[in-house]
């Protein structure tokens, strides 16, 4: 089955002030029914476009107002070991960047059956189920309170086994990295605290870009060579 995406469509360069809107219209594609399970399953450019493209998105809406000439051009294939060029008004390359995703994506693949099965998922909580996808048997959720503290620090959790994952790979050389995680942990007051954990985070990148997916945080670090 094709895809409402394409690989041509995907890595075509474009500025950053009008990078984000350009994935929103791409995602939604997906509003027609006949693809919202296919989006929902994460497969294939789908999976791409999610995982990669929208936090590359953030990163070019909050780094437009300083860079407004700057062109980001994404690579969909796995040819090389990085994802994307930001590039220069003539063309030349400023920065190559490699995305990863501070995410559970099993929790989240539970969750999103669970949202098309009663139409609701809890963001924190446990999900029970049982055998495999398509044939699920998923009950309906209970909810649970959770602590702030404890939701945020699973939080950091994930960004910093992200953030090893790739440092640890020693394939990056000369590669800034892009983390997409979920900002919706984050409540305003924590958001300095969350800032000065992020900054203790040790790895072989120079520059790593903190965004959340929800829009709503960004913070970059400079690492000491």
């Known amino acids: 089955m094709l895809e409402p995406v394409t690989f041509e469509e995907l890595e075509l360069a474009q500025p950053f002030p009008f990078f984000p809107l350009w994935i929103e219209k791409l995602c939604a594609r997906y509003r027609n029914p006949e693809w919202n399970d296919y989006f ?9 476009l999610q995982g990669e493209l929208v936090p590359l998105a953030q990163l070019c809406h909050h780094l437009a107002p300083d860079r407004p000439d700057s062109k980001l051009k994404y690579f969909a294939t796995s040819s090389q070991s990085f994802d994307a060029h930001v590039l220069s ?9 490699e995305v990863t995703l501070a995410c559970d994506g099993y929790r989240d693949a539970i969750a999103s059956e669970c949202l098309k099965k009663y139409g609701w998922a809890p963001l924190w909580t446990p ?10 048997d998923l009950p309906l959720p209970e ?14 959790a994930l960004v910093r086994k992200a953030v090893k994952a790739k440092s640890s ?10 983390v997409g995680l979920e900002d919706f942990r984050f409540l305003p007051d924590q958001i300095e605290d969350v800032k000065v954990e992020l900054s203790k985070i040790q790895s072989n990148f120079k520059i790593i870009y903190y965004v959340g997916l929800d829009g709503h945080f960004f913070y970059t670090q400079f690492n000491k060579e």
């Open 169 to 178: 790979s020693g394939k990056y050389e000369g590669v800034n990295l892009v």
């Open 89 to 97: 008004c003539n063309g030349d390359v400023q920065e190559v960047l």
């Open 40 to 48: 929902v399953a994460r497969r294939g450019l789908t999976n791409k």
């Open 127 to 136: 999900l029970c189920y049982a055998g495999r996808r398509m044939s699920r």
């Open 143 to 156: 909810i649970r309170s959770m602590g702030t503290k404890k939701i945020v620090e699973d939080g950091l």
